[in-house]
């Protein structure tokens, strides 16, 4: 080999050596290692230095032998952002500097701003009136300079860690031209980026920030580089500012329903980003940052959530329909105006015609409240696609019809979110035929106009627009609760993750996230007595409860979408349940997949008064299968009326028939029993059941508890959640229309 080396000159040399270099050091184990990593680094980035050779500036730069750090500090145009990157800590309670973090071990993804990037951010400082001169001496405040140094910084890089890599170019979500997604994995500011194809498919902007189309790719041994000349800086302010701005200018594309939120109360509401109180007692490790369990299953670690933010997510009829729609220009549009025109079509009979806007009761209260959700959800979590019968992740087309239902803010009320290869797009409150018979597809054979719903518009994520705390999806029809949206939704069975219920889910990034890292995959919520208050609004979780959640990503769990709550311990949890649409008698299931000897047993209680809810029927033993009933002594067989289907659809009813009268179901035949692209649906599978919990008549206008309480002294037995659903008497109990299979 030495021979060879020296056949080929010095530059082989030189070569062979740093890539013996580099193989050493990604081989170095970061956690037994991490006392002389940074000597390591520090060596290693003084002999690169000598390893580089000239490199055309005119082309695109690859450092594959070189850490990020180093490659920065080597070209001018990155001076000042080194600077930052030397005087920012990695975290308020860290004296690491972000430097030192690009100088380690690691995946980060860097949209590295130039210097003159960063001077333009400056001159943008001064037009705000944040500073009098475009020079980091203006700065009068330590706490403002400090501040905008971390807002430069910690926007400009993503850490994907061991399991989430980097994001080149061919890694970024694709979009349509003129649509915008966000990358998965947040930046250090815990911010999701915004991707925006363009018309020309080498230009791409990072919130608003164009990708330079030659200095990209920049690989290096610890992640990849992306030069952009404007700073990487979404807006930091809440959905509250981007609508009390809209009011000041009329302008912004929704001002008539920012007036009228403000006219209800709700501006303050929509100020929240995160709560500070949390983020204190994390930081602090006043609360468990993660707890080890063997439930027969091995060590399970469960990771508190770093944070806990507030979202919420907005349908807004745009300024453009009320502008049409009342014929005036939107300056001139008033409260009143409103109010008068809702009121003259007669919605809400019920709602008090009075000018105490700020009252559930209140007729244009209820009309604003209906358009808005207590959680944020970006443009791919509308609906929620995994494993639905037929559905590819790799290709990512709607197949089959599914659905979300989620509680409004203000007086709670469903609404529904839709879509299917069919209807082209995401809809609010969308009600089709579908091909729904035993041997049916579940697509939409047609749809009758007054039950096509409201196709909810592309959101605008650009600038101001992108607001921390909140999204506004425009909608060019007037939405409401109509009685119509409200008997199709008790004539269709309503079937809703558990986890929909819990907006911290989804606005804390924890529900089917993609990351597939341990601290996603494995989450724990604290319980009331350690937190001092509750995490999930809707849950109460007492002191022995080990309050767990998989996202299931990746394993081939017979779930629907793939997710499970794992609750454990001595458990005992009390949960809000979503509102009814009318009133009626409804059956509430309980789906459940019969995972083996570790499920539980729990006594189940129900009612609207949470200090005195009532157990319902026997305890609910979740081993409980379609044959066996699996105890760790051994099976005992099960008389649940169980029988595969056969090629026989009387017969297979009969045996539906069989188990009812036990409380039973097969599951539903609108998932797979797997993971994506499975044959085999829930309803084929005998490990997957629901389960009849009651049957109650319940009213829209009434709050319900569910408990569960286990019955076990055992703690390694655990009770386990999926999904539930309302089916009212008019379906579940019709004989000239049985209910569907799906």
Request: aromatic letters at 12%; proline letters at 4%.
């Amino acid at each position: 080999m030495q021979e060879n080396l020296f056949l080929f000159g010095a530059n082989a040399q030189k070569s062979y050596i740093c890539r013996l270099f580099v193989n050493i050091y990604k081989n170095l184990n970061y956690y037994t290692m991490k006392k002389i990593a940074f000597y390591v680094l520090a060596m290693f980035s003084l002999f690169m230095a000598s390893c580089s050779e000239d490199v055309d500036t005119s082309r695109r730069y690859v450092f594959k032998e070189e850490i990020i750090s180093g490659y920065l500090s080597k070209h001018e145009q990155y001076s000042q952002y080194v600077e930052l990157l030397k005087q920012v800590p990695v975290s308020s309670v860290s004296k690491t500097t972000v430097y030192q973090l690009l100088s380690a071990r690691g995946n980060y993804t860097v949209f590295a701003p130039t210097n003159d990037a960063i001077q333009l951010y400056l001159d943008s400082l001064v037009s705000k009136g944040v500073i009098s001169e475009p020079t980091w001496e203006s700065f009068t405040d330590e706490k403002k300079l400090d501040s905008i140094r971390k807002v430069i910084v910690y926007n400009s890089i993503i850490d994907g860690g061991d399991d989430n890599g980097t994001f080149e170019i061919s890694a970024l979500p694709t979009t349509a031209i003129g649509s915008a997604a966000e990358i998965e994995v947040p930046n250090m500011n815990d911010r999701k980026l915004v991707v925006l194809q363009t018309e020309d498919p080498d230009s791409i902007l990072i919130n608003d920030c164009m990708i330079d189309r030659l200095n990209r790719d920049i690989l290096s041994i610890n992640g990849v580089i992306h030069c952009v000349h404007q700073v990487v800086a979404p807006s930091g302010d809440s959905m509250a500012s981007l609508l009390k701005n809209m009011i000041d200018s009329n302008k912004g594309g929704y001002a008539v329903m920012a007036k009228l939120i403000m006219a209800c109360g709700y501006i303050d509401s929509l100020d929240k980003v995160k709560d500070d109180v949390y983020e204190h007692k994390y930081q602090t490790e006043a609360i468990t940052q993660s707890v080890t369990r063997d439930d027969g299953e091995g060590n399970i670690t469960f990771y508190t959530p770093e944070h806990r933010y507030y979202g919420f997510t907005i349908f807004a009829e745009t300024d453009e329909f009320w502008s049409q729609t009342l014929g005036k220009a939107i300056e001139e549009i008033s409260i009143d105006d409103v109010y008068d025109y809702i009121d003259n079509l007669g919605i809400y009979p019920d709602a008090k015609r009075d000018k105490d806007y700020k009252s559930e009761d209140n007729l244009l209260n209820q009309f604003v409240t209906y358009h808005m959700l207590p959680m944020r959800l970006s443009t791919d979590r509308l609906v929620n696609h995994y494993n639905e019968k037929g559905y590819n992740t790799n290709t990512n087309v709607p197949t089959v019809a599914i659905f979300e239902f989620y509680t409004t803010m203000g007086k709670r009320r469903l609404l529904k979110t839709f879509e299917s290869k069919e209807s082209n797009g995401v809809y609010l409150n969308r009600f089709p035929n579908l091909n729904n018979g035993r041997r049916g597809d579940y697509h939409e054979n047609s749809c009758d106009p007054k039950n096509v719903g409201i196709k909810i518009g592309e959101p605008n994520l650009q600038g101001e627009n992108n607001v921390r705390n909140g999204i506004i999806y425009p909608i060019d029809e007037l939405l409401y609760y109509s009685d119509n949206t409200r008997n199709q939704m008790m004539r269709s069975r309503i079937r809703w993750n558990v986890t929909a219920m819990w907006p911290e889910f989804m606005n804390n990034d924890i529900r089917m996230s993609k990351l597939t890292d341990d601290r996603h995959k494995n989450v724990l919520i604290p319980t009331d007595a350690e937190l001092g208050y509750q995490y999930l609004n809707d849950v109460t979780i007492e002191k022995e409860t080990v309050f767990a959640y998989w996202t299931g990503r990746n394993n081939g769990w017979a779930n629907m979408q793939g997710d499970e709550m794992t609750i454990r311990g001595l458990y005992e949890v009390t949960m809000k349940l979503p509102p009814v649409p009318v009133r009626g008698t409804y059956e509430l299931r309980f789906g459940q997949q019969c995972g083996g000897v570790q499920r539980g047993m729990a006594q189940f209680y129900w009612g609207s008064d949470v200090n005195k809810l009532a157990a319902m029927g026997i305890p609910m033993d979740l081993r409980q299968g379609a044959y066996y009933l699996q105890t760790r002594k051994g099976n005992i067989p099960s008389d649940i009326g169980y029988d595969d289907d056969r090629n026989d659809d009387d017969y297979n009813a009969e045996v539906d028939k069989r188990m009812r009268n036990n409380d039973f179901m097969k599951g539903c035949q609108q998932y797979v029993a797997g993971g994506p692209g499975g044959s085999t649906m829930m309803r084929a599978s005998n490990i997957c059941l629901r389960r009849i919990m009651l049957r109650q008549t319940m009213d829209p206008n009434v709050t319900y508890y569910i408990k569960f309480k286990t019955v076990l002294d055992n703690p390694t037995h655990y009770f386990y959640m999926d999904y539930l659903e309302y089916c009212a008497k008019e379906v579940y109990d019709n004989p000239a229309e049985p209910e569907d299979i799906w």
